[in-house]
């Protein structure tokens, strides 16, 4: 109880800290615009960009907050659904690329053994397994070394299992701070996390989605080399 009562505490202190520094920040570049002392509109529309980018972070990260809540709340139980695992790779990598974010590095997802007719199939719900891919593959690119590749392989494995893997090239996670990759607000370089528009909280939630499709996530990571993400996944 009192280790929960701690959890809690935290989170309500780390959720207060995100928040305040860009409401600080939109708080004061307003009172700045009402006072007058801007004149001139490249100076005021500056302002008004570091606005819109404090406002889009803010709301990011409450609806990170809301999702994480959400598949903490439901995480003890079980989806009910059979869903190709192909198809949420595939909606994610054409989201992506929609977006742009892309541009830097290409996702390369050809296996030629599967395709939606013969998909291998798990017990999930879609939107969720959207989500740890969209978060996963996001992530390898943003975190991987200009114009390389992020390849995303399915692996099957024997006792009914699917191995899904997500690897890039880039500069790789120190071993010791593995473990807590998936801590909420744990964040390995605070500076560039901030920077690339990151919350805290991403693998957070592609924890506790895995815990309730009762699959298993495992990080691989050499410095400056590859970086691996494996989710296993039990096949319907």
Do not use: C, W
């Not at 999930?124 to 995303?152: H, P, S, W």
């Not at 919350?199 to 699959?215: M, S």
């Amino acid at each position: 109880q009192r280790n929960l009562e701690k959890v809690r505490r935290d989170f309500v202190a780390n959720v207060s800290h995100e928040l305040r520094s860009p409401l600080t920040s939109l708080v004061g570049f307003i009172e700045t615009l009402l006072s007058g002392d801007v004149h001139d509109d490249a100076t005021r529309s500056k302002f008004l960009k570091i606005m819109d980018e404090e406002a889009k972070r803010m709301n990011r990260l409450i609806d990170d907050i809301l999702s994480l809540s959400r598949v903490e709340t439901e995480e003890h139980i079980s989806p009910t659904t059979r869903i190709s695992i192909i198809e949420p790779i595939v909606s994610v990598i054409a989201a992506l690329e929609e977006r742009g974010l892309n541009k830097k590095n290409k996702v390369i997802f050809n296996d030629k053994r599967f395709n939606k007719d013969n998909s291998p199939l798990i017990i999930g719900n879609f939107d969720e397994i959207n989500q740890v891919f969209m978060n996963l593959i996001e992530n390898a690119i943003k975190y991987g070394f200009e114009d390389t590749d992020v390849d995303v392989q399915l692996l099957q494995l024997k006792n009914n299992e699917l191995n899904v893997q997500i690897i890039n090239k880039g500069e790789g996670i120190p071993k010791k701070y593995i473990e807590r990759l998936t801590e909420r607000f744990f964040r390995v370089d605070k500076a560039r996390s901030s920077k690339i528009g990151g919350t805290g909280l991403g693998l957070a939630i592609v924890k506790h989605i895995l815990i309730r499709h009762r699959a298993s996530l495992r990080i691989k990571s050499e410095i400056n080399k590859k970086t691996t993400f494996s989710i296993k996944f039990p096949l319907a």
